[in-house]
Structures are given as C-alpha cells and as structure tokens.
C-alpha cells in the first residue's frame, strides 16, 4: 500500500507541475504574441519581443511554440489584448501589483477584485501601491553562472546597480531604460541567463505574520492562477520558519 499510495503522490505532484507548465507557456505565449502585434515580428529589431522570446527559451518553450505565437501577432491573428495595472493592498498592508493582458476588462476587474475581497485585501486607485516600488530591470542567473564575487565583477562591468546572490542563484539590478545593454555586456560575461524583465521592485518589506500571512498567499496564489494575470508583485516579508510552518 505504501509504494501504491508514493506512487499516487507522485503521479499527483507531477499533474500539478505539468498543469503550471502549461499555464507558464500559455502566458509567455501570450506575451510574444502581444509583443510581435504591436512591433516589428523580429527580435532583433523589437527590444520587448526579443525578452519575451529569450524568456520563453529560458523555461524550454518549444521553438515551434514560439514561431506560432510571433506568427500569430504578426499575422493580427487572434485576440486584442489591453495591457491593465491594477494596485491594491493585500493583508497585514501589503502592497501588491497586478498586470494582466485581458481581452475583456469588465471579466478581469470582477475576478481581481473579488480574489482580493476573498482574500482580505482591497483594491486601490492607480498609483496608491506604485510609489513603493521602483521600476527597474532584472536579470536572473543559476549559482553555475559564477560565484557571487565574480557576479558581482560582471555586473559592475556592465553597468548594474545592484546584486542579489544566495543559493537559488543571481539577481541583478539596472535601471529599465538599459536593460538591454547591461544584459548584453552579462550575456557575453556570464551566459545566457535565466530570465531578463522590466520589474517592480520594492523599496521596503512589510513584515507579516500568521493568519495574514497564511491569507496573503492564498491571494498570491489565486491572482496568480488568474488566466489573465501575466506579472505579479508584492512587498511581504515573510520569515523563512513562518513560511516553513504554512506550508506544513
């Protein structure tokens, strides 16, 4: 019974990461397609298709998956997607961005703000989250990519302003109008990295704690269910054993 029910576990484990994997695709998809229709359908001469491009190899997008979507938006194909930031606060006042690419506003507002509702948060106006966070690019490398001194070597080099190392790998900071260049210079430095992104990033953590962290992420988690839901932030701070504890 006990390898029978190991191996349900495992079948179980494997269902979901294969039902996120879809989910991922179908958003980058989302994002090349919008990308190639509202520029040039050639990476090399569309800064925002070329990330998203670059993104989709970063998560093993097959390249016949990704052809389609650039010849989807190239070809006016499909969908019109609106590009929509929504700001709120979610439990404990924690400061959440939300952007979504929708084909329909009224669909996506009703299910965002009810998430937050359920959730214990509330929506705010268009700029009542924003001021606590700056709009920068971010470039994540694996650990293999170098040790943390060499990184930081790298994204001196380059022109970065910041870098995060820890065993999950390397983050890298640059303000968002040199985004490409600082990771061109990193690419020739470091390797291909994980993934390049215009990010919100929090100037400041809002420490949070018991229920309202167990409740901030259900809302985290179900906004980023949420079809539409392309990107999400958030400003918690959630210490490790607390985080240890709620997912036990």
């Known amino acids: 019974m006990a390898g ?32 190639a229709k509202a520029g040039l359908p050639d990476p090399n001469m569309n800064s925002r298709l070329r990330l998203a491009v670059a993104n989709a190899k970063a998560e093993s997008m097959p390249k016949d998956v990704i052809d389609r979507a650039i010849k989807k938006g190239a070809g006016g194909e499909g969908e019109t997607y609106d590009e929509i930031r929504y700001e709120g606060f979610g439990p404990g006042g924690v400061g959440v961005i939300v952007e979504v690419l929708t084909d329909n506003h009224n669909r996506t507002a009703s299910n965002v703000r009810s998430i937050f509702s359920k959730y214990g948060g509330n929506l705010g106006a268009t700029g009542s989250v924003t001021f606590m966070f ?27 302003e910041d870098v995060q190392s820890d065993e999950d790998g390397h983050t890298i900071f640059t303000a968002f109008e040199q985004l490409s260049d600082v990771a061109a210079a990193l690419e020739s430095a470091l390797g291909a990295p994980n993934s390049t992104a215009i990010v919100w990033r929090p100037k400041s953590q809002t420490p949070v704690t018991g229920e309202a962290a167990a409740s901030l992420i259900k809302l985290l988690d179900a906004l980023d269910d949420d079809d539409d839901v392309q990107k999400l932030y958030s400003n918690e701070d959630i210490a490790a054993d607390e985080l240890e504890r709620l997912a036990s």
């Open 134 to 160: 700056d709009r920068m690019g971010q470039i994540v490398y694996p650990p293999a990519a170098g040790s943390e001194e060499a990184v930081m070597d790298a994204a001196i080099e380059a022109g970065a």
């Open 4 to 35: 029978h029910s190991k191996f349900k576990n495992i079948q179980h484990r494997k269902g979901r990461a294969d039902a996120a994997r879809s989910k991922a695709f179908s958003k980058l998809s989302r994002e090349i397609t919008v990308a």
